[in-house]
């Protein structure tokens, strides 16, 4: 049985606009592996639930996550304790208007124990651009009510640079904010 989704790709949904609820806001975020750069930028996964938005930040201390080169990427949020979920909210990213990651395809999973986990959702996400504006908008995504503690995130399809080829090794999957709620 596939799960209900509900997506809002306008950022219109009043909800989404503020942290209030938010369930994630700076729970601890894992991930196999992140991107760095050898001049000492990095894009780590607690990243995701630290409440920056918009790709902000500065070489050293960006607001987003961003996959290792050329991968999709996941990682799992812990609530820190089992809850009620029925939505989550989704920030894409472009890397700083560089547009060579961002989320475009993604699975979300729940856990009660961290290695049982069972499939919540499957979305695409709009790809976002600095000629968007300063504002990314957060893409809403509701399912049935499930009690769980470990949020699991898969990129199963990343944007990538639109001017290299395919097989080009500086892009992957990425996202700037996960929010999740009761509802």
Not at 62 to 73: H, K, T, V
Not at 153 to 176: E, F, I, K, M, S
């Amino acid at each position: 049985e596939s799960p209900v989704m509900l997506v809002n790709h306008t950022g219109s949904f009043p909800r989404s606009s503020s942290n209030e609820g938010n369930l994630a806001l700076g729970k601890p975020v894992f991930s196999p592996g992140y991107c760095t750069r050898p001049h000492g930028s990095v894009f780590p996964p607690d990243n995701l639930t630290d409440g920056r938005l918009n790709d902000s930040g500065v070489p050293g201390d960006w607001s987003f996550w961003l996959a290792p080169d050329s991968e999709n990427g996941e990682f799992t949020v812990d609530l820190l304790q089992a809850a009620g979920i029925s939505r989550i909210s989704l920030q894409n990213t472009n890397n700083r208007g560089i547009d060579d990651r961002g989320t475009a395809a993604f699975e979300v999973f729940g856990s009660l124990d961290n290695k049982v986990f069972t499939p919540l959702l499957s979305g695409e996400l709009p790809r976002v651009s600095k000629e968007d504006g300063p504002v990314y908008p957060f893409s809403d995504f509701t399912f049935e009510l499930v009690e769980t503690r470990y949020v699991k995130v898969v990129v199963t399809r990343h944007y990538q640079h639109r001017g290299r080829p395919a097989d080009h090794p500086c892009q992957g999957g990425g996202l700037n904010e996960i929010r999740i709620f009761a509802k």
